[in-house]
């Protein structure tokens, strides 16, 4: 063991020598102290043997004496820069996910309309349905509106001393108006809704149209009904 020790540092000192000249150089550049380089806030491009203090908020490069790029140091944060960075970086997440999801929605739409034709179609039938259920509220107030023609006519009894009116008649007259109200509201509602289908209808047709153009597509189109509801 003791001789084995002693050839150690003859053999290790041999490999040495033995090794190409070039790579000796190399390792002992990769040991060599590095180069510091940036260009502060003025413009002026700096070099030193350590991190630049004047480019502490900004990136730097060292490099090795034969000129090769060691390693990028990134720009030193305060807590306060830190915390900023990182919101700034979320709302770029946030937006480009934003852009992402709007991309999807687009070529779903494309998917769902390749054509004018097929776009007019679900608007002619969600408006039909909208319609149909006003055409069928109006039709139960002209129900209602027969219904209350003998209880106001019973009413014109007590004309002369309406606290007379039996509890009975009272309460059917409550129930037509409050049955009035409802249909009212609910055609109101749905006057609403045929409103916001054909707001949204709209807004499909202008983004389908820049779509259906960018893919030079062009699109066939079928009448549809663009007036106000004439159901009354």
């Known amino acids: 063991m003791l001789q084995l020790n002693r050839l150690l540092p003859a053999t290790c000192a041999l490999l040495i020598l033995c090794l190409p000249q070039g790579t000796v150089q190399a390792q002992a550049q990769d040991k060599a102290p590095g180069i510091f380089m940036c260009t502060d806030a003025r413009g002026r491009t700096l070099t030193a ?54 991309r999807r929605r687009e070529r779903a739409l494309v998917m769902r309309y390749p054509t004018a034709a097929a776009h007019d179609r679900d608007r002619i039938e969600a408006m039909r349905q909208v319609d149909g259920l006003i055409e069928t509220a109006r039709k139960r107030l002209e129900e209602l509106a027969k ?5 106001t006519g019973e009413l014109e009894f ?75």
């Open 147 to 151: 219904e209350r023609q003998p209880l």
């Open 49 to 102: 043997d350590r991190p630049i203090p004047d480019c502490a908020d900004r990136q730097q490069r060292e490099f090795s004496p034969s000129g090769n790029l060691r390693r990028t140091l990134d720009p030193e944060y305060t807590p306060r820069e830190q915390a900023e960075r990182e919101i700034q970086a979320r709302e770029a997440a946030a937006q480009a996910g934003r852009l992402n999801d709007e």
């Open 158 to 232: 007590y004309r002369k001393d309406p606290s007379k009116v039996p509890a009975l008649l009272r309460q059917k007259l409550h129930d037509n108006d409050d049955s009035v109200a409802v249909q009212n509201r609910f055609i109101a509602g749905q006057e609403e809704e045929r409103r916001r289908i054909a707001a949204r209808f709209d807004d499909e047709r202008v983004r389908l149209n820049a779509l259906w153009a960018s893919a030079g597509t062009q699109p066939s189109t079928i009448n549809r009904p663009d007036a106000p509801s004439t159901v009354r």
